[in-house]
C-alpha cells in the first residue's frame, strides 16, 4: 500500500528489500539496478529488461514483474550461477556494486543464454565500481561466454602469479577455479506471473497531497489529458523527469504515463534507445550500405549514450524534447534532416523539422503545451550523402557529451562538389548550434575545446552563495518547524557536549556558531520522519548573511594574502643552496594536480539506538575509525566512552574518506595544497607528500617545503594514498622535464638516478634496501617488452598524422605504516568456544579490502582449524577498544599480528592439554581444556614501530617498511578531439609472501584504476564562487569498465621477502594508486609526439588529470591557433582551478 507521501517515489524505495543498493540517486551508478519483466501483447512474448530502480516511479510498474537480487539465490537458499561465478573470481571486494552487476548480468542471460563478450561489455556499461578495476568481474561473467565467442576484453587478464595458499602450502598460478560451479540453467529460473498476461489495461489515477500521476488509456485520452493539464510534462522513461525531481524539488507536479505509440516506418516517440539501437543495428544488417549511413551514425552515437539501464528507460522523443543540448541525438537527428509528428485535441496532427529552431531555450522546445510528440521519421541515406556523428565526453561511455556534433554532407553525384553541408552542434550553447558562416571563433573553441555556455548555464542553477558572517539568532526555522513530519531543528546551542571537536590540537565545528567559511558548512539540521521531508524543509530554513571579505578559493590566492596553515613542513638532503651554484643547468616549472573524490559508492551513514539506561548508545556506523566516531560522539553529547558502543559490521568502500570526513596540490620543490577552510588531515597529507618525493631516486641534493593553504573552500579529507601519489607524481614530472631537457630517453634517466646499492638511504635518513624495487623495474620493463614496443609506437607515430601513441613507465617506493608512530599498533581479541567454533575480534574495518579473511587466513594457520569454524561478527569498539583507524596499508600488518598473538596465547594454554590427549579432535581438546579451567579467550596485541621524523633536522624512520612497484602504460591520443584510449598496462608489484594473492591483485588492479581517475579523467569544478559544481555521477566520472586497459597484466614479485610484516606479506592498499601516472606520461608522450611534428617543443604544460581538453590543447595545431584563450581578468570562467 503506497502512502500519499510516496506516490511519485522510485521502485527503490518501496521494496524494503536491501539486496538493490542506493548509490547516486540518479541513474549514473547502476547499484540499483533490477529485472523489469513486461508482457508485449502485440508480439506475445514476455521482455526482461534492466532498469535503475532509483528513477523507476513505482506507479509505472502497473502489470510488470520485478526481479531484485534477493529473488534469483542467496547464500541462504542456493546461489545463482551469476552469484557464484562472480564470488569465484574475487568480483566483489565492499560488495556494494555487486548486486548490481548481478542483475545487469543475469537479465542479460535471461535474454541471452550465450552471450559474446560484446554482449557483456554492453550490459555492465552502466554499472560502476569504485574497488576492483572490473577485471575479475569480466573474468568471472567471462565463462558465460561460449569458449570462442570469449575474446577481446582482458585476453591476458589472469594474473600471472604463482602463489601458495596459505593455509595447505598448494602452489597454484591460478587465481580462481571454475570446476565445479553451478552450470546455468535456464529453466530453473522465475517464470513470468501469468496472471500478469491477463491484465486489462485502463487509465490509472494515483492522488496524493503534493502529486497527482494520471496513465492514460490511449492516445485519446492522453490528448485530452494534456488539454486539461498542459503544464504537465509527460513522464515516459523518467529519466530526465525523475532526475530534475531530486535536484529541484518540484512541487505540484501532474504527471501523465505515457501509452505506446507503434513505431512504422518512422520511429515511435516512445522507442526506448535500446530498441532503437536494435532497430538502427538491425537495418544497417539487412538494407544497403549506402541507404544507413546515416543509421550508422545513429548508431556510433547510441553505443556510447548512457549505460544499459538507462537506454532501457529512455526513449527517443524524451532525449528530443528534453531539449538539453549535452543530450546527443539532437545534433544527429537535425544533420539528418529528420521531422516529428506532433499532435494535440484542439489542432490534430502537424509536422515540424528537427532543426535550431525547435530550440526556444534550455529545456524548452516550440512544441505548444497541449501537443505530445508521437513519432520521428528518420530518413534513409541517399547515395553521394555521408553522414557522421561526434562526440566527446569527460569518459568514453556513460558520461554526458561535453560537445556533440552530427555532420552530413552531400556530394554533387559522381564528383567532389559539395552540394550541402549540415552541421549541427550540441554542448556548445544552450541550445542546439546550427553551423553556418555565422560560427564565431568562441563557439569554434567551444566545440574544440569542450568549454560550452551549458555549464555557464549550470553554474546558474547552482547555488549563489558569498561569505559571510552569521549569529545563531539570525537562523529562522519557524517555516521549516510548521512542515509535515518535521520534528525539531537543531544547531549549535542545542548541542549538549562540545560543538567542536579536536583532531591534533585543531578544533573543527560541528555546527558554525559565529562564522560560516565555505560554501556547504553545517549550520544546523533538520529532523523529520523522512530524508524527503527532511530535504524540503530544510530548504525554509531563513538565515541571513553578512558578507566577510576577503573571500578566495585558489592556491594562487592563498599565496598572495600568505594564508597558510601551521606547521609548515620541509625536507632537505644534501646542500641545495651550494648544489644550486655549480650545476650546468636550472630548470624551473611547476606542475598543478587536481583533487579526487572518494566516490565510495556506498554513502555515509549512521544509526544511533538510545538504550535509555545512563545515557547508553549504541552506534551502528560505516566509519574507517570506530574508535574516533565512539570519541567524538561522547565529545558531542558530552556521554563518557563507556558508554557509547559503535559497531562496524563492513563498509560500502571508503578509501580514507570514512576515516574523518581530497588533496589538491624539486630538486628543490615548494608543494602547496588547498587545504580549504580547516585543517583537517592537511599537513599529514603534506608531510606524506614531502615523506615520498625521493621516490626510487637518489638525488643528492634534494629540498621540498610544504605548505598548506587556508582558503574559504570545504575541507575535504585524505584519500588513499594520502598525499603518496601527489608527492611522487611531482618527482617523476621533475625527471620527465629533466629528460626533455638533456634529450634523453625519460626511462634512461629514471635509470640514472635509481637508488642502487644495497643499503641505501631516503632523503629522511631511512635505511632501507632497493633490491626488490630495481628487480620489479627490470621485470615489468622486461615483461611490458618495453624497449620493442617503444620502436613499435614510434612507426605508429610516423605514419598517423592525428593519433599519436606513447609508453611511459615508472618504479615505485611506497612508505606503509603510519609516520605517526603510536597509530602503529593491533589489537585483537580471539574466543574459543565449548563446541570449537571460534570468534576473531580485531580493531580493524573491513571495507573490501579483505581484512577479515587474512585475518581467518592467520587465526586458521595458528590455531590449525577450518575457516568455516572461525567467525568474524564485525568491529566493535565494545570488544576492542581503542584501535587505530583501517588505512596507511597498514591494516592489515597491525591487526594480523594481534591475531597471530591472540591465538599464539591460546595454542600455548591448549599445548599441554594436546600433548597429554595427542589422539583428541580439535573439538575435544577444547571441551577438556574448559574442563581443566583453561582460559579460551584472549586477547592479542601488536606493538608496532615507532616511526617518527624530527622535521628540524629532516631525519627520521616514518615507515616501517617500503613496498616496491613497476608499472608500464600504453596509450593512444586522438589529436583532434582529445581523446585517448588506454591499451596495454603491465605491473610488477612487490607485496612480499602475499597472504592471499587473490585479494593482494584486487587491491593492485582496483588502486590502479582509481589512479586513472586520479590522473586522467575525475575532474573537480569549482564555480567562482567556490560551489563545487561536479556533485554526483553525472557530473563526476570515475573510470568504468571502458576506462580499463583491454590488456591488464599484474604480475607479483616471486621471492619476495618482507622480515617486518605478518608472514613475511607487504601492505598494498594505497601504494597502487600512483601507478597509473605512468597513463599520464605515456599521454604527455604521445602529445610530445603530436607537437614534434608541428616543429614544438617537447616541454609543454600538462596538469593532472588529463582530460581531453587538455590533451587537445596540448596539441597545438591551427585549429587551436583560430580559438586562442582570452586574456586572463578580461571574462569570469565558468570553473576555477582550485
Ligand atoms: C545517468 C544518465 C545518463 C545519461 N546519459 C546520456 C547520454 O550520454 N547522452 C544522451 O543523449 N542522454 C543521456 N541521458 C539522458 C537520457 O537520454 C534522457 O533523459 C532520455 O532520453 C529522456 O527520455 P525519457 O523517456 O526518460 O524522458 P522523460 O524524463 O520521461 O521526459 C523528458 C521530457 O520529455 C517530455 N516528453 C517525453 N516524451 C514526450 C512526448 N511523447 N510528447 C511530449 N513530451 C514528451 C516530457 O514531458 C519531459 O519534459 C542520460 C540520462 C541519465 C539519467
Ligand atoms: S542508485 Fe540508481 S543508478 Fe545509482
Ligand atoms: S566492490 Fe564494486 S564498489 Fe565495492
New binding site residues.
Given amino acids: 500500500m503506497l502512502s500519499q507521501n510516496h506516490l511519485h517515489v522510485s521502485l527503490l524505495y518501496i521494496v524494503l528489500l536491501t539486496g538493490t543498493k542506493y548509490g547516486c540517486g540518479?541513474?549514473?551508478c547502476g547499484a540499483c539496478t533490477v529485472m523489469v519483466s513486461r508482457y508485449d501483447q502485440l508480439h506475445n512474448r514476455v521482455l526482461h529488461y534492466t532498469v535503475n530502480a532509483c528513477?523507476q516511479p513505482i506507479c509505472t510498474l502497473h502489470g510488470s514483474a520485478v526481479v531484485t537480487v534477493e529473488g534469483i539465490g542467496s547464500t541462504k537458499t542456493k546461489l545463482h550461477p551469476v552469484q557464484e561465478r562472480i564470488a569465484k573470481a574475487h568480483g566483489s571486494q565492499c560488495g556494494f556494486c555487486t548486486p548490481g552487476m548481478v542483475m545487469s548480468m543475469y537479465t542479460l542471460l535471461r535474454n541471452k543464454p550465450h552471450p559474446t563478450m560484446e554482449d557483456i561489455r554492453e550490459a555492465l556499461g552502466g554499472n560502476l565500481c569504485r574497488c576492483t578495476g572490473y577485471r575479475p568481474i569480466i573474468d568471472g561473467f567471462k565463462t558465460f561466454c561460449d569458449v570462442s565467442n570469449a575474446f577481446n576484453l582482458f585476453p591476458q587478464a589472469s594474473c600471472l602469479i604463482q602463489s601458495t595458499c596459505l593455509l595447505t602450502n598448494h602452489i597454484s598460478d591460478e587465481l580462481f577455479h571454475m570446476d565445479n560451479v553451478l552450470p546455468l540453467d535456464p529453466s530453473q529460473d522465475l517464470i513470468f506471473p501469468p496472471e500478469l498476461m491477463k491484465r486489462a489495461c485502463g487509465s490509472l489515477c494515483f492522488q496524493g497531497d503534493r502529486l497527482k500521476l494520471i496513465s492514460p488509456v490511449d492516445l485519446t485520452n492522453l490528448l485530452e489529458l494534456k488539454t486539461e493539464y498542459p503544464e504537465a510534462?509527460?513522464?515516459?522513461?523518467?529519466?530526465?523527469?525523475?532526475?530534475n525531481l531530486l535536484l529541484c524539488h518540484l512541487l505540484f507536479v501532474i504527471y501523465l504515463l505515457?501509452v505506446h505509440v507503434h513505431a512504422g516506418v518512422s520511429v515511435g516517440?516512445?522507442c526506448t534507445?535500446s530498441s532503437l539501437k536494435e532497430e538502427m543495428e538491425m537495418a544497417v544488417r539487412e538494407m544497403e550500405a549506402e541507404r544507413t549511413r546515416g543509421y550508422q551514425a545513429l548508431l556510433q552515437t547510441l553505443r556510447c549514450?548512457?549505460g544499459k539501464q538507462?537506454r532501457n528507460?529512455?526513449?527517443i522523443?524524451?532525449?528530443i524534447?528534453?531539449a538539453n543540448p549535452k543530450?546527443?541525438?539532437n545534433s544527429v537527428l537535425a544533420a539528418l534532416d529528420c521531422t516529428l509528428q506532433v499532435m494535440s485535441k484542439e489542432n490534430g496532427t502537424r509536422e515540424i523539422t528537427l532543426n535550431e529552431e525547435l530550440f526556444t531555450g534550455f529545456g524548452k522546445t516550440a512544441?505548444r503545451p497541449d501537443e505530445?510528440?508521437l513519432s520521428i521519421d528518420i530518413p534513409y541515406s541517399k547515395p553521394w550523402e555521408f553522414v557522421s556523428a561526434f562526440r566527446q565526453?569527460q569518459r568514453r561511455e556513460f558520461?554526458?557529451?561535453i560537445v556533440n556534433a552530427g555532420m552530413k554532407v552531400v556530394f554533387k553525384e559522381g564528383s567532389n562538389i559539395v552540394e550541402s553541408l549540415n552541421i549541427y552542434y550540441g554542448g556548445v550553447g544552450p541550445t542546439l548550434v546550427k553551423v553556418g558562416r555565422t560560427l564565431t571563433p568562441q563557439a569554434l573553441r567551444c566545440s574544440a575545446l569542450g568549454r560550452c555556455a551549458t555549464q555557464e548555464a549550470a553554474c546558474r542553477f547552482s547555488d549563489h552563495v558569498s561569505l559571510f558572517h552569521f549569529k545563531t539568532s539570525d537562523i529562522d526555522p519557524s517555516e521549516a518547524l510548521g512542515m509535515t513530519g518535521v520534528v525539531t531543528f537543531l544547531s549549535a546551542g542545542d548541542v549538549p557536549g562540545q560543538n567542536r571537536r579536536m583532531w591534533f590540537n585543531n578544533p573543527e565545528e560541528l555546527f558554525a556558531e559565529e562564522e560560516v567559511t565555505c560554501v556547504g558548512q553545517i549550520i544546523g539540521a533538520v529532523v523529520a520522519e523522512s530524508r524527503e521531508q527532511a530535504r524540503r524543509a530544510a530548504q525554509r530554513v531563513k538565515v541571513t548573511y553578512q558578507d566577510l571579505l576577503p573571500v578566495f578559493f585558489t592556491i594562487e590566492e592563498a599565496i598572495q594574502h600568505q594564508s597558510f596553515f601551521d606547521p609548515k613542513r620541509k625536507l632537505e638532503r644534501g646542500d641545495m643552496d651550494k648544489a644550486f651554484e655549480t650545476v650546468d643547468q636550472i630548470l624551473e616549472d611547476e606542475i598543478y594536480l587536481g583533487g579526487q573524490e572518494h566516490f565510495y559508492m556506498e554513502t555515509q551513514g549512521l544509526i544511533a539506538v538510545p538504550k535509555g539506561e545512563n545515557g547508553e548508545l549504541e552506534l551502528f556506523v560505516a566509519s574507517q575509525h570506530a574508535a574516533y566516531t565512539q570519541e567524538v560522539v561522547g565529545i558531542t553529547l558530552g556521554i563518557d566512552s563507556n558508554k557509547i558502543t559503535c559497531h562496524v559490521r563492513r563498509l560500502g568502500g571508503a578509501f580514507g574518506g570514512k576515516v574523518m570526513k581530497i588533496l589538491s596540490s624539486e630538486s628543490d620543490i615548494t608543494y602547496y595544497s588547498n587545504g580549504g577552510c580547516t585543517l583537517d588531515e592537511s599537513s599529514f597529507i603534506m608531510e606524506k607528500a614531502l615523506l615520498h618525493m625521493d621516490n626510487a631516486y637518489r638525488i643528492p641534493n634534494l629540498r621540498g617545503r610544504g605548505l598548506v593553504c587556508k582558503t574559504y573552500l570545504p575541507s575535504y579529507t585524505a584519500f588513499r594514498g594520502f598525499g603518496g601519489p601527489q608527492g611522487l607524481m611531482v618527482m617523476e614530472s621533475v625527471l620527465h622535464e629533466v629528460a626533455v631537457k638533456c634529450g634523453l630517453p625519460p626511462q634512461k634517466v629514471r635509470e640514472i638516478n635509481m637508488y642502487r646499492e644495497e643499503e641505501c638511504y631516503t632523503h629522511h635518513k631511512q635505511l632501507f634496501s632497493p633490491r626488490d624495487m630495481l628487480r620489479c623495474w627490470d621485470e615489468c620493463l622486461d615483461k611490458a617488452g618495453y624497449h620493442d614496443r617503444l620502436q613499435a609506437i614510434q612507426q605508429f607515430n610516423t605514419y598517423n598524422r592525428w593519433k599519436k601513441r606513447g609508453i611511459s613507465a615508472v618504479p615505485m617506493k611506497f612508505g606503509v605504516g603510519f609516520s605517526k608512530g603510536f597509530y602503529n599498533q593491533g589489537a585483537a581479541l580471539v574466543n574459543i568456544y565449548k563446541d570449537g567454533s571460534v570468534l576473531v575480534a580485531h580493531g580493524g574495518t573491513e571495507m573490501g579490502q579483505g581484512i577479515n579473511t587474512k585475518a581467518l587466513q592467520i587465526a586458521g594457520r595458528i590455531l590449525k582449524v577450518p575457516m568455516s569454524s572461525i567467525h568474524i561478527k564485525e568491529t566493535c569498539t565494545g570488544n576492542v577498544p581503542n584501535a587505530a583507524p583501517s588505512a596507511a596499508s597498514f591494516g592489515t600488518d597491525a591487526v594480523g599480528m594481534a591475531v597471530k598473538d591472540a591465538c599464539e596465547k591460546l595454542m600455548r594454554r591448549l599445548k599441554p592439554v594436546m600433548e597429554n590427549h595427542p589422539k583428541y579432535t580439535w573439538q575435544q581438546w577444547i571441551v577438556e581444556a574448559y574442563c581443566q579451567k583453561v582460559s579460551l579467550s584472549a586477547t592479542g596485541f601488536f606493538l608496532g614501530p615507532h616511526t617518527g621524523v624530527d622535521w628540524e633536522n629532516s631525519e627520521g624512520t616514518a615507515y616501517y617498511y617500503f613496498t616496491f612497484g613497476a608499472c608500464c602504460s600504453e596509450v593512444e591520443i586522438d589529436c583532434l578531439t582529445g581523446d585517448h584510449k588506454n591499451l596495454r598496462t603491465d605491473i610488477v608489484m612487490d607485496v612480499g609472501e602475499s597472504l592471499n594473492p587473490a585479494l593482494d591483485i584486487g587491491q593492485i588492479e582496483g588502486g590502479f584504476v582509481q589512479g586513472i581517475g586520479l590522473y586522467t579523467i575525475e575532474e573537480l569544478q569549482f564555480s567562482p564562487e567556490g560551489v563545487l559544481m561536479t556533485r554526483g555521477p553525472?557530473q563526476y566520472k570515475i573510470p568504468a569498465l571502458c576506462d580499463v586497459p583491454p590488456q591488464l597484466n599484474v604480475h607479483l614479485l616471486a621471492n619476495a621477502q618482507n622480515p617486518h610484516a605478518i608472514y613475511n606479506s607487504k601492505g598494498i592498499g594505497e601504494p597502487p594508486v600512483f601507478l597509473a601516472s605512468t597513463i599520464f606520461f605515456a599521454i604527455k608522450e604521445a602529445v610530445a609526439a603530436a607537437r614534434r611534428e608541428r616543429g614544438l617543443g617537447d616541454s609543454f604544460p600538462l596538469s593532472s588529470p588529463a582530460t581531453a581538453e587538455r590533451i587537445r590543447m596540448a596539441c597545438e595545431d591551427q585549429f587551436t591557433e583560430m580559438a586562442p584563450s582570452p586574456k586572463k581578468g578580461t571574462f569570469k570562467p565558468w570553473s576555477i582551478n582550485i
Fill in positions: 540518479g541513474g549514473g528513477l510534462p509527460v513522464v515516459v522513461g523518467n529519466t530526465t523527469i525523475g532526475t505515457c516517440a516512445v534507445l549514450l548512457a538507462i528507460m529512455a526513449t522523443g524524451g532525449n524534447l528534453s543530450y546527443d541525438l512544441l505530445v510528440l565526453a558520461a554526458f557529451s553525472s
